[in-house]
């Protein structure tokens, strides 16, 4: 499966429909209406006649999309009624429009609408398409988890491994990152790549293969793992790539759309159903994409 397989919805879908908290939001009318050509069923959630007005403006025909009024127009009615809609499995995608993201959040996180089980950690995932060969791989967490420690990193490995099953990688490789390859007590990513790597290999989320700590370019490279001397089945061929903190992997996501075009998608991961939570600075092609991923997810997580 390759990065547009995974992603290009354009190529008619059937599958779960997606509930748009805040749908009046231009940001995001590209993506739904990508999705409604494709034939994605959509619950757009928000005031109807403002909804109407930005599809007018766009130019975006609203078709068979259902419009939702939350029970008060304020964007907290507007999250809850988007995430209950997904916890009734009347959608299988919650996508975030012109909502705040806290509110939002709130909702998804919120026991009594029940997106989340206990324990549950948020994390973002990240799709890119490797500009060296095409080969996607899968990146998290560059943008919600700051500083996680040792057992958050564990539910956020947890988190991208079910991300990576879904997209029909039963043996995931995971690359653990840090700064050098030698566990230094003075470095806690090294320090945790080490524990990491035993719990991985030692069978705690099934099939998978973990190295590290591995500097970026012995993971991405296996050329760049002889030179260094390393033996390595994740070298150069990890498909998934755990970040050590925000710092890091915001600067890595971001060092790949900016400096090296990669092409890109997000969602965030650990509800019970894929969330597109993209950036308003992000362009219309990785909203589409971003929503592309998560149909891709809410479909294979449905035929399980």
Same mark, same amino acid.
């Given at each position: 499966?390759?990065?547009?397989?995974?992603?290009?919805?354009?190529?008619?879908?059937?599958?779960?429909?997606?509930?748009?908290?805040?749908?009046?939001?231009?940001? !995001?009318?590209?993506?739904?209406?990508?999705?409604?050509?494709?034939?994605?069923?959509?619950?757009?959630?928000?005031?109807?006649?403002?909804?109407?007005?930005?599809?007018?403006?766009?130019?975006?025909?609203?078709?068979?999309?259902?419009?939702?009024?939350?029970?008060?127009?304020?964007?907290?009615?507007?999250?809850?009624?988007?995430?209950?809609?997904?916890?009734?499995?009347?959608?299988?995608?919650?996508?975030?429009?012109?909502?705040?993201?806290?509110?939002?959040?709130?909702?998804?996180?919120?026991?009594?609408?029940?997106?989340?089980?206990?324990? !549950?950690?948020?994390?973002?995932?990240?799709?890119?398409?490797?500009?060296?060969?095409?080969?996607?791989?899968?990146?998290?967490?560059?943008?919600?988890?700051?500083?996680?420690?040792?057992?958050?990193?564990?539910?956020?490995?947890?988190?991208?491994?079910? !991300?990576?099953?879904?997209?029909?990688?039963?043996?995931?490789?995971?690359?653990?990152?840090?700064? !050098?390859?030698?566990?230094?007590?003075?470095?806690?990513?090294?320090?945790?790549?080490?524990?990491?790597?035993?719990?991985?290999?030692?069978?705690?989320?099934?099939?998978?293969?973990?190295?590290?700590?591995?500097?970026?370019?012995?993971?991405?490279?296996?050329?760049?793992?002889?030179?260094?001397?390393?033996?390595?089945?994740?070298?150069?061929?990890?498909?998934?790539?755990?970040?050590?903190?925000?710092?890091?992997?915001?600067?890595?996501?971001?060092?790949?759309?900016?400096?090296?075009?990669?092409?890109?998608?997000?969602?965030?991961?650990?509800?019970?159903?894929?969330?597109?939570?993209?950036?308003?600075?992000?362009?219309?092609?990785?909203?589409?994409?971003?929503?592309?991923?998560?149909?891709?997810?809410?479909?294979?997580?449905?035929?399980?």
């Amino acid at each position: 499966m390759t990065f547009q397989d995974i992603t290009e919805i354009e190529r008619g879908f059937s599958g779960p429909a997606v509930a748009v908290a805040g749908a009046d939001d231009d940001a !995001v009318l590209g993506a739904v209406a990508a999705g409604l050509a494709a034939g994605v069923d959509f619950y757009l959630v928000g005031n109807p006649e403002s909804i109407r007005r930005t599809a007018d403006v766009h130019g975006v025909d609203l078709g068979s999309a259902t419009l939702v009024e939350p029970e008060e127009p304020d964007e907290a009615f507007i999250c809850r009624t988007a995430a209950r809609l997904c916890a009734r499995a009347e959608a299988g995608v919650l996508m975030k429009g012109l909502v705040g993201t806290a509110a939002f959040t709130r909702a998804i996180l919120d026991k009594e609408i029940g997106l989340t089980g206990e324990g !549950v950690l948020l994390s973002h995932v990240g799709l890119f398409a490797d500009p060296r060969n095409g080969r996607f791989f899968l990146i998290s967490d560059a943008a919600i988890n700051i500083t996680p420690d040792i057992e958050a990193k564990k539910k956020i490995l947890s988190n991208i491994v079910d !991300v990576a099953r879904s997209l029909g990688i039963d043996e995931p490789k995971i690359a653990l990152l840090a700064p !050098v390859e030698k566990v230094s007590p003075k470095i806690q990513s090294t320090v945790d790549s080490a524990e990491l790597k035993n719990w991985l290999n030692g069978g705690a989320l099934g099939k998978a293969v973990a190295d590290g700590p591995f500097a970026l370019d012995v993971a991405a490279s296996s050329a760049a793992a002889e030179i260094k001397g390393l033996k390595s089945p994740v070298a150069g061929r990890a498909d998934i790539y755990l970040v050590p903190n925000l710092d890091a992997g915001n600067v890595l996501y971001k060092s790949l759309t900016v400096f090296a075009g990669a092409e890109s998608a997000g969602i965030l991961a650990g509800a019970r159903v894929p969330v597109v939570l993209t950036s308003r600075a992000d362009s219309e092609v990785v909203k589409i994409a971003s929503l592309g991923l998560a149909l891709q997810i809410a479909s294979a997580n449905l035929s399980s």
